[in-house]
Nanobody
Framework: QVQLVETGGGLVQPGGSLRLTCAAA????????MAWFRQAPGKEREFVAA????????YYNEIVKDRFTISGDRAFSAIYLQMTGLKPEDTAVYYC??????????????????WGQGTQVTVSS
């Protein structure tokens, strides 16, 4: 079992930046991928970005692709989400996830078995 803890959320003005961190505890040797999802009030949880061990490739939701960057260490002990050019519509609780997603499940909730508690990101002037 892998425990995930997200930090780095907060209140930021439109156009600002934030860096989220997800620290993983436990045995991550079987972790094939880690990802960030987000959930805004009244909306479903949606995929933001993922980092896959196979080929060490990154994947993004098109709506954040040019503004957010996912990174992490190769042991999957931590991943990060650097967010720039933040918009009010980026306001959400951001969740870290870990699992063994295959390519077709990489962007889905079902691709991951471990989840953090989330960190709130609010973009407002």
């Amino acid at each position: 079992q892998v425990q995930l803890v997200e930090t780095g959320g907060g209140l930021v003005q439109p156009g600002g930046s934030l860096r989220l961190t997800c620290a993983a505890a436990g045995d991550t040797s079987d972790t094939g991928g880690m990802a960030w999802f987000r959930q805004a009030p009244g909306k479903e949880r949606e995929f933001v970005a993922a980092l896959r061990r196979n080929g060490w490739r990154t994947y993004y939701n098109e709506i954040v692709k040019d503004r957010f960057t996912i990174s992490g260490d190769r042991a999957f002990s931590a991943i990060y989400l650097q967010m720039t050019g933040l918009k009010p519509e980026d306001t959400a609780v951001y969740y870290c996830a870990a699992g063994r997603p295959i390519l077709s499940s990489l962007r889905t909730l079902g691709g991951y078995t471990n989840w953090g508690q989330g960190t709130q990101v609010t973009v407002s002037s």
